[in-house]
């Protein structure tokens, strides 16, 4: 499935300091020789000597390297991440997307109980998953060296700077999952939190640095109807109008990441400033149902387009996280679907031509508009692409183990355990922050 092998070097030298020319010396020249023997050699045969012994009467010599000693170890012979971008040039010049999964024994840089901010229901192994494996599985681009999140590092580049995730539950576990990473280095403090929990921000006074998600359904403003004092799981999404639940916020931030996608897969009415124009699983014959992937497309447009003309905003550089993708298999998450797989998939294993690569698709087009016009303006727009890397780990989700009493029997195969697969969104942000913030005019 996965193609990895460890070269070993193996290196033989011998050296001959005497040659018999006789077969004839007697033990008293034999001892003079051997006395009379370079010092340098005595040197070599006693390490040579306390060697053999260490292998002959150790049991198992290696049975003191630990898997984290020898995770580090390997990560030696790996290109040193000297800056924030490891080697400025190959991480330009890289597509960071296309690569495969290979056996990482350093494993995660947390754990779920040295993080104390993981939600209960990302903490998987407090809720029963017995299996690891799923932790020790890195990302290898193709092409360059993906350097290891750094969270010393990433919080010198961000000293003084505020950074919001936009977007669903989703682009709450990637804040999640950073602020992990970042508490290895700093305790934030937990600044503020509304009374439904949508904005939550944390601040680290060590490096003057401010993390928050700004959680919105569909980045765009939308309304479920209420029908007879009910809701009806039936939106009415305006594309012309911005959620300020988080456009409020854009003027204070330097750096953004904007992901959203579930929330659509829903009965939807498209709204523009002349009233429905289309819909999405509505099943009504007078409206044009135009699919998930075109009110996706439409949002993040209208959320770009405003972020380039902001005027008061000083965002400095504006990521996309594509398509995260759900792995539910033997039903849909209300049918009893499941993802109970213990180890990634391989490449080959995938399927490049489903929805969610579709879904990819259709966001790496309005990044790259909004990149385009953004240059005019000296905004950067760039792309965390992970829809590839994450269509490979159908291990990673809470599945049954999320601790939901309200919805007991139902499988969370959307989400990603703390810590997890998702850890790796944070390599790419790094990499890819730093990349496009260099480029800012």
Not at 226 to 236: A, E, P, R
């Amino acid at each position: 499935m996965l193609n990895g092998e460890i070269e070993k070097m193996k290196s033989s030298s011998s050296s001959s300091f005497f040659q018999d020319k006789t077969h004839n010396y007697n033990k008293k020249e034999r001892c003079l020789n051997m006395v009379m023997l370079p010092p340098f050699f005595l040197s070599s045969l006693l390490v040579t000597v306390i060697f053999i012994l260490f292998i002959l009467y150790s049991p198992n010599p290696l049975k003191a390297m630990s898997k984290l000693d020898l995770g580090q170890t390997l990560d030696l012979i790996k290109p040193p991440n000297t800056t924030f971008l490891g080697d400025h040039d190959e991480i330009l010049n890289c597509d960071l997307s296309k690569g495969h999964w290979i056996p990482d024994l350093q494993g995660s840089l947390y754990t779920n109980s040295s993080c104390t901010t993981i939600p209960t229901s990302k903490n998987c192994f407090h809720h029963g998953r017995k299996d690891r494996d799923f932790l020790n599985w890195r990302w290898k681009p193709d092409r360059c060296h993906l350097p290891r999140f750094d969270p010393k590092t990433f919080l010198e580049f961000v000293q003084g700077k505020k950074l919001a995730f936009i977007g669903d539950s989703v682009a709450r576990n990637h804040m999640e999952s950073l602020l992990c990473l970042l508490s290895k280095v700093e305790t934030p403090k937990d600044h503020y939190q509304d009374s439904e929990d949508r904005k939550r921000v944390w601040y680290f006074p060590g490096h003057d640095f401010t993390l928050m998600i700004l959680w919105t359904k569909f980045l765009v403003d939308g309304e479920e109807r209420v029908v007879n004092g009910s809701t009806s799981g039936i939106f009415d999404l305006h594309l012309d109008k911005i959620d300020k639940e988080w456009s409020r916020d854009l003027p204070a931030l330097d750096y953004v990441v904007i992901s959203d996608a579930h929330w659509f897969f829903r009965p939807i009415y498209l709204h523009d400033d002349t009233g429905v124009v289309g819909c999405v699983y509505c099943n009504n014959p007078n409206v044009t149902d135009f699919g998930v992937g075109f009110a996706l497309k439409m949002a993040f447009r209208s959320a770009l387009n405003h972020i380039n003309c902001c005027k008061k905003c000083k965002v400095r550089v504006t990521l996309i996280r594509t398509f995260s993708p759900a792995h539910f298999e033997n039903g849909s998450w209300n049918t009893g679907g499941r993802c109970n797989r213990t180890s990634p998939l391989s490449e080959g294993e995938i399927d490049l031509s489903s929805n969610e690569w579709e879904l990819r698709g259709l966001q790496m087009e309005e990044i790259e508009k909004a990149r385009i016009e953004g240059n005019k303006k000296g905004k950067r727009f760039g792309v965390l692409d992970v829809t590839r890397a994450m269509l490979m780990r159908p291990d990673g989700h809470p599945g049954e183990f999320w601790g939901n009493k309200w919805m007991k029997g139902y499988n969370d195969c959307v989400h990603w355990c703390l810590p997890g697969p998702i850890d790796v969104w944070n390599d790419f942000l790094m990499a890819i922050l730093g990349r496009e913030a260099a480029l800012v005019s």
